[in-house]
């Protein structure tokens, strides 16, 4: 399974493909879960925030889309939402 997240022109020099990230799943409770992923393609040019994200400044921002692998242990679906995490 993937994670299709988006970072900021100012952390791209903090990731590189094959890098350990932690992606955070929301869970019924309210909590985050946390699972262990994987860098595994950074895009090599940048594009504006996707329209979904909510305020207008931060979709005219320039971002690079990335790709995350995560392990399914069958409670992740596809189009659920989740979160990147880059140790620091």
Request: charged fraction near 25%; glycine fraction near 10%; avoid cysteine.
């Amino acid at each position: 399974m993937y994670l299709r997240a988006y970072i900021g022109g100012d952390q791209l020099a903090a990731v590189k493909t094959g890098q350990q990230v932690s992606v955070g799943i929301d869970q019924p409770d309210g909590t985050i879960r946390q699972l262990k992923g994987e860098i595994s393609w950074i895009s090599p040019e940048a594009e504006f925030t996707p329209k979904t994200v909510q305020t207008r400044d931060e979709r005219v921002r320039q971002v690079y889309a990335v790709k995350v692998r995560v392990q399914n242990d069958g409670s992740l679906k596809i189009g659920m939402p989740g979160e990147m995490r880059i140790a620091k």
